[in-house]
């Protein structure tokens, strides 16, 4: 089973200031078909989960383009540019090329 | 606008079985994968199950293979979480979601003597 490692997993920003999520799977997720499948979700305190990112780097509507992805193979990254309020919550990576799909671990953000 | 409403969950013992449902609006249910993604306590997602547009393919996550069905009803808008053998760790905030896009509020299961 692919197993996917985010890092770090709490993570105080200031607001306005960029943060950057780090999340790599044991092997790589480009799928035959030549996509990565590779997602980012966002976790708001007492909501449900919320996708944010599908295929490494397409933002799903209404996503702020302040936050993007990027990445390939192995490596992928979320970057939020300059953090707001909203954005507080658990971000996890998802790697939906193979079965089962897995998720990290889940990284905390938090306003310093 | 696309609608996910779960229920079903409760209270049961370990080696109950349990039925969840999500009932689906707002879009062509027929069209779309459908998945079940679970949320143990302060803890993490997984992914549990997955159902083809037509229901003829059906993937799990290992924990749950040969105790959990994932079914649907394309006539009712319907999907299922049949869950047999439940055991204290199957404790967890069950999601429904249409290709992991489109999140349900969750129906909590609590598998406990």
């Known amino acids: 089973d692919i197993v996917m490692t985010q890092s770090p997993l709490s993570l105080p920003v200031t607001l306005g200031q960029p943060a950057s999520i780090s999340c790599r799977s044991s092997?790589?997720?480009?799928?035959?078909?030549?996509?990565?499948?590779l997602d980012w979700f966002q976790q708001r305190p007492g909501q449900s989960p919320r996708r944010l990112i599908y295929?490494?780097?397409n933002r799903d509507s209404g996503v702020p383009d302040r936050i993007s992805g990027s990445g390939s193979g192995t490596d992928f990254t979320l970057k939020i540019s300059r953090v707001e309020a909203e954005d507080v919550g658990i971000y996890y990576c998802?790697?939906?090329?193979?079965?089962?799909?897995?998720f990290g671990q889940g990284t905390k953000l938090e306003i310093k | 606008e696309v609608e996910l409403t779960e229920s079903g969950g409760g209270l049961v013992q370990p080696g109950g079985s349990l039925r969840l449902s999500c009932e689906a609006s707002?879009?062509?249910?027929?069209?779309?994968?459908m998945s079940w993604v679970r949320q143990a306590p302060g803890k993490g997602l997984e992914w549990v199950a997955n159902?083809?547009?037509?229901?003829?393919?059906?993937y799990y996550v290992d924990s749950v293979k040969g105790r959990f069905t994932i079914s649907r009803d394309n006539a009712n808008n319907s999907l299922y979480l049949q869950m047999s053998s439940l055991r204290v760790e199957d404790t967890a905030v069950y999601y429904c979601?249409?290709?992991?896009?489109?999140w349900g509020q969750g129906t909590l299961v609590t598998v406990s003597s």
């Open positions: 979601t249409r290709e992991l896009h489109d």
């Open positions: 707002g879009f062509t249910f027929s069209y779309y994968w």
């Open positions: 159902i083809k547009r037509d229901g003829s393919e059906r």
């Open positions: 092997q790589s997720l480009v799928y035959s078909d030549g996509n990565t499948y």
């Open positions: 295929k490494v780097s």
């Open positions: 998802m790697q939906g090329t193979y079965w089962p799909y897995s």
